[in-house]
């Protein structure tokens, strides 16, 4: 038996206490994105001002972007254990030095920090649940992985809150210290060390500077947008062009690259382009529900905050649910394709009707058009992560596991700043101002689901085209 069987048998022997390792690390990677988001005025009032709001954020995601788009070369030269276990060490490091940063530039560049390491924690539970394990096991531990993420999301909110009340701001950040220790000790004790035959190393320089510069200038444009900053139009325009030039320029490094971050050869691949796009649109939908709904609950019908909070829950809920239940219907059937359509037609009915509340809209009815969108994410974040896995050969795993997500990351962006433009322009001059009636914000949403609507029916066209083969 080779040294790679054995630990193959390690890895297996071990499934269930690396599975609680890993998730643990998606856990507090996923709960870092909530809670803080519900700290981030209370440390504003700190060690800020206004105007530096976004920039935790923006940098935060900017290096994630990066780390998420490296994962795959990484994992390809170095085992997933020392990745996982240095990023673990990271993400522990830099959230404490957050947690005693003084001013806010600290802090940026301290977020920035937790964000690579933060793409890394995502990435390799992922890319050995793919490498490790058959499909049909495959798609319940990634269902599992979803579920903790759904888990995290619900409870963030509420325990940032509960945190910065009473501990304060900076404790948000600590909390990532004991939690992630476990996680490190679980997996340095039963998560066996893969090693790597590869003995040279070559790097795409080329492709990852242009990456950076593209994804940096485009992040700092929509961030421009986003919060009405007024940079002016030339500056807007010229941080396009550059984005566009430099996405071209990575094109190109990649074509020529011996060993590219990203080979476009797997774009010839129907299954992997399809679930990239997918997972695309899938971003935008769900930050389209994630972030309006609760408006329209607090805005509109005059719901508390924490009120509103109770009743988005139902929504995750049906994403944990239909993550792990999605699993087992994809390891008894494989027939993935129906899956992904029937995600998206339940995404079409959520924002169809998301798109038909007013002012007399019943609780009831808001938690039912939330589930709806809910089991789509569960069912479609499984299932494009899943076959994608599938339809690749080995050693293009960890990158295709790595643009997969960081496709779902860039529908987030993307999708905030455009249904963003698309309620301030309902808005009109009732943008600018903090009061704005009911009525004239409804239909504003009215707007963001509808548009959502478009990109379900764009999403289920999408799938039509896609291929199904037999899960390896």
Not at 4 to 12: A, C, D
Not at 139 to 164: D, E, K, L, N, Y
Not at 438 to 453: K, Q
Request: charged share 10%; hydrophobic share 55%.
């Amino acid at each position: 038996m080779t040294k790679i069987q054995n630990k193959s048998e390690e890895f297996l022997q071990n499934i269930k206490m690396i599975i609680v390792g890993l998730m643990v690390a998606v856990f507090i990677f996923s709960l870092n994105g909530t809670i803080t988001s519900t700290a981030m005025p209370s440390i504003i009032a700190s060690i800020g001002d206004m105007k530096d709001y976004v920039w935790p954020f923006t940098i935060y995601f900017a290096t994630l972007s990066v780390s998420m788009m490296l994962s795959g070369k990484l994992s390809d030269y170095y085992s997933e254990k020392k990745i996982i276990i240095s990023a673990i060490a990271l993400f522990i490091i830099s959230s404490a030095l957050c947690g005693l940063s003084h001013n806010m530039p600290e802090l940026i560049l301290f977020r920035g920090i937790q964000g690579f390491a933060g793409g890394l924690l995502m990435m390799i539970p992922l890319k050995l649940a793919g490498e490790m394990l058959p499909t049909g096991k495959r798609s319940m531990v990634i269902g599992i992985f979803s579920s903790v993420s759904a888990i995290s999301t619900i409870v963030g909110p509420t325990v940032g809150g509960f945190i910065t009340d009473t501990l304060g701001w900076n404790w948000v950040f600590f909390v990532n210290v004991p939690i992630g220790a476990v996680a490190m000790v679980l997996l340095w004790k039963y998560l066996p060390d893969m090693g790597k035959d590869i003995t040279q190393k070559i790097f795409d320089y080329k492709g990852l500077i242009t990456y950076i510069i593209s994804l940096g200038t485009l992040l700092l444009a929509l961030t421009f947008i986003q919060q009405n900053v007024n940079t002016g139009m030339l500056t807007l325009i010229a941080l396009f062009a550059c984005a566009a030039v430099m996405l071209l320029a990575f094109v190109w490094a990649e074509k020529n690259a011996r060993e590219p971050l990203l080979p476009l050869h797997l774009f010839k691949n129907n299954i992997f382009t399809i679930s990239a796009v997918s997972m695309f649109l899938i971003g935008t939908l769900m930050i389209s529900s994630t972030t309006y709904i609760p408006l329209f609950l607090q805005k509109v019908q005059g719901m508390t905050a924490s009120a509103a909070g109770i009743f988005i829950a139902p929504l995750f809920i049906s994403v944990t649910v239909m993550s792990i239940l999605g699993g087992k219907i994809l390891e008894k059937t494989g027939r993935y394709k129906i899956m992904a359509l029937s995600s998206f037609i339940f995404f079409i009915l959520g924002m169809g009707l998301l798109s038909t509340m007013t002012l007399t809209t019943s609780n009831l009815e808001v938690v039912i058009y939330s589930i709806l969108i809910g089991i789509g994410l569960g069912l479609s974040i499984l299932i494009f992560t899943v076959i994608s896995q599938s339809a690749v050969e080995k050693q293009d795993l960890g990158v295709v596991t790595g643009s997969i997500q960081l496709s779902r990351m860039l529908g987030n962006v993307l999708g905030l700043t455009v249904l963003g433009v698309i309620v301030n322009m309902t808005l009109g001059v009732a943008s600018a101002s903090s009061q704005v009636s009911p009525v004239l914000l409804n239909n504003a949403l009215h707007n963001v689901f509808f548009a959502g609507l478009i990109i379900g029916v764009a999403g289920f066209i999408m799938c039509l085209l896609l291929k199904e083969t037999e899960l390896d």
